[in-house]
């Protein structure tokens, strides 16, 4: 399995930004899917954002476009950029990965098999 380590979350108020970050080892597969996920106070685990080989990407609709998912394949870490934060954006935010020879790119938890042990993020209005 991949180990996983998420970094960057904090305290913001509503509009303003973050970066995480995820740092990838443990791991000789090339062919991996990674994402973020959230978790919010007495919700469900949820899909944000996913990128599949040669970047391909897919967002959760709720977030109109304020969420970027991108990797550093160089330095083995997956970045997501949050603008435009909201208090409803609170929430655990975890990182995974999966090997697979296609990303399905559906915002599936079920189909990661690898995870990080979260960052939290916390938006005050």
């Known amino acids: 399995q991949v180990q996983l380590v998420e970094s960057g979350g904090g305290s913001v108020q509503a509009g303003g930004s973050l970066r995480l970050a995820c740092a990838a080892s443990?791991?000789?597969?090339?062919?991996?899917?990674m994402g973020w996920f959230r978790q919010g106070p007495g919700k469900e685990r949820e899909g944000v954002a996913e990128?599949?080989?040669?970047?391909?990407?897919k967002y959760a609709a709720s977030l109109k476009g304020r969420f970027t998912i991108a990797q550093d394949n160089a330095k083995n870490t997956l970045y997501l950029q949050m603008n435009s934060l909201i208090p409803d954006d609170t929430a655990m935010y975890y990182c995974?990965?999966?090997?697979?020879?296609?990303?399905?790119?559906?915002?599936?938890?079920?189909?990661?098999?690898?995870w990080g042990q979260g960052t939290q993020v916390t938006v005050s209005s």
């Open positions: 995974a990965a999966y090997a697979t020879n296609f990303c399905h790119l559906d915002l599936g938890t079920w189909r990661y098999n690898s």
């Open positions: 443990g791991y000789t597969d090339s062919r991996l899917c």
């Open positions: 990128i599949g080989r040669f970047g391909v990407t």
